[in-house]
């Protein structure tokens, strides 16, 4: 079971976690927890260090350390009563340690990813121990491991590593001697290389950490404990009568999350499909709601299109020149050149006259992006590259949509009908997933648009 930070914000919303835990425990169940960071807590961290070697002074250390401390003593004081002593003494002796870190930060003016890793992983090395001794405080026996120690060995990718396979071997033997005789809490978001330092798994981690155990741990199920009711159909921000879908496969929560709905982290299935392991997605202030259940084919329904996602946070290039027609290496020099400036391209299309090819990028890299390509206009490659970051993405999801002829139709005749210029299209050859984009404010109609075409928010056979 892994709990976000929504779920640890506080000492009673920790209390509500114990509930559920020791409801699984006394019935018998075998447990490993994962916990993330207490909300709010990762982001102030990123937040200074980032302004560290650059800082005036060093005046930001110690408000924020106060700060976290103030925090988490008064989480421990309401979550386990008898054990401030022992465990205020850890969450103090952490403190100094990240002070003492920051100020070197400060002092050398250099935040290497490394030492990133590191600090970030504080959240989650501040909160762990309050949990493990809100659980003892109920008489349940419980240690506290982090990512390394329970196990999780991953790529030296700082800041978005990736599990490597030695780790579900590892894992097994140090978890194993303590299921059902304690509920162990391990600290997610972070592992380590091979060599022992601690790198973490991109935000959101925790997800990815929880699906790395219980693939480890062989796990009958991975439950992820959040504070909404499932995985919905659309952002409820934007759709007002989205609704909580009780079934879906590992496939469409992979295009779901990829494709910005905040689901899960897009890496988190990877584990447990290669596993075969159910994941179930519930919400912790509401645990008799049944929540969200993924498994490898999602229940089979009369839907083709089961979810839309809406991004509004990206730009497109246009890469024009009748010089690229039939002319082999363009793609490569286009897409290495952005690989060289570390652009993630998050869709593509070419057509088939092969002189333009569209890209979406997240908003934060078009600058890298568009300085790169102007590189192959100078050589020549390529003509002319124009952008407009007046533009969001729509990906609509559904396995059903592969081999259904008519769905394409439907998407874009029911949009034309409502007006909205689709300006580019894309469909992978999974054919889960059509995706396209739409001038900005056009978004938030588009997807109201389809969801009301695919009827998302009744609840049909489900
Ligand atoms: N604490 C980390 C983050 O904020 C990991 C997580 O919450 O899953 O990104
Ligand atoms: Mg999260």
């Known amino acids: 079971m892994k709990f976000g930070g929504t779920s640890v914000a506080d000492a009673q919303c920790i209390r509500q976690v114990v509930d559920i835990l020791e409801k699984h425990y006394k019935a018998g169940d075998e447990l490993a927890v994962v916990v993330s960071a207490q909300r709010g807590v990762t982001d102030q961290i990123i937040e200074i260090i980032g302004k560290l070697p650059t800082a005036k002074d060093d005046s930001a250390i110690a408000p924020l350390i106060q700060a976290l401390g103030k925090r988490h003593i ?10 401030v002593a022992e465990t205020g003494a850890v969450i103090e002796e952490r403190l100094i340690s990240l002070q003492n870190i920051l100020f070197a930060v400060y002092n050398l003016r250099e935040l290497t990813p490394r030492s990133k890793d590191y600090i970030i992983s504080f959240g989650e090395r501040l909160l762990a121990p ?18 390394c120690d329970a196990g999780i060995l991953t790529t030296p990718q700082h800041g978005e590593s990736t599990a490597l396979p030695e780790s579900d071997e590892r894992i097994k033997k140090r978890l194993e001697p303590l299921l059902g005789n304690e509920i162990p809490v391990i600290m997610g978001f972070m592992g380590c290389t091979r060599n022992g330092i601690i790198t973490t798994l991109g935000r959101s981690g925790s997800d990815y950490s929880a699906s790395i155990i219980g693939a480890g741990i062989d796990a009958d199920e991975i439950w992820i404990w959040t504070d909404v009711d499932g995985i919905m159909t659309c952002d409820p921000r934007v759709i007002n009568d989205a609704r909580v879908m009780s079934s879906l496969s590992y496939i469409e929560v992979m295009e779901l999350s990829y494709f910005g709905a905040k689901v899960m982290h897009p890496r988190s299935i990877e584990p447990a499909m290669r596993k075969n392991i159910l994941v179930r997605v519930k919400n912790t202030f509401n ?8 498994v490898r084919n999602g229940q089979r329904d009369n839907r083709v299109v089961k979810a839309l996602t809406y991004i509004d946070k990206v730009a497109a290039i246009n890469i024009n020149g009748a010089q690229m027609i039939g002319r082999p290496g363009v793609a490569k020099a286009i897409f290495s050149i952005l690989a060289d400036h570390e652009v993630n391209v998050m869709m593509i299309s070419q057509g088939s006259s092969e002189a333009n090819i569209s890209l979406i990028v997240d908003e934060v890299h078009l600058n890298a992006a568009v300085h790169a390509l102007t590189d192959l206009v100078k050589q020549g490659i390529v003509r002319e590259v124009t952008h407009n970051h007046d533009v969001c993405a729509v990906a609509v999801v559904g396995a059903g949509m592969a081999g259904a002829p008519g769905t394409g139709g439907r998407i874009f005749t029911s949009l034309g009908k409502a007006g909205v210029n689709v300006m580019m299209i894309s469909q992978g050859s999974s054919e889960a997933n059509i995706s396209f984009v739409v001038n900005q404010q056009d978004g938030p109609r588009a997807v109201r648009v389809l969801h009301d075409e695919f009827r998302l928010s009744e609840e049909c056979d489900e």
């Open 130 to 147: 309050i949990l493990s001794a809100a659980i003892r405080q109920r008489g349940i026996p419980s240690t506290v491991l982090d990512g």
């Open 74 to 83: 008064t989480t421990l004081e309401g979550a386990a009563p008898d054990f």
């Open 287 to 294: 645990p008799s709601h049944p929540g969200t259940v993924i």
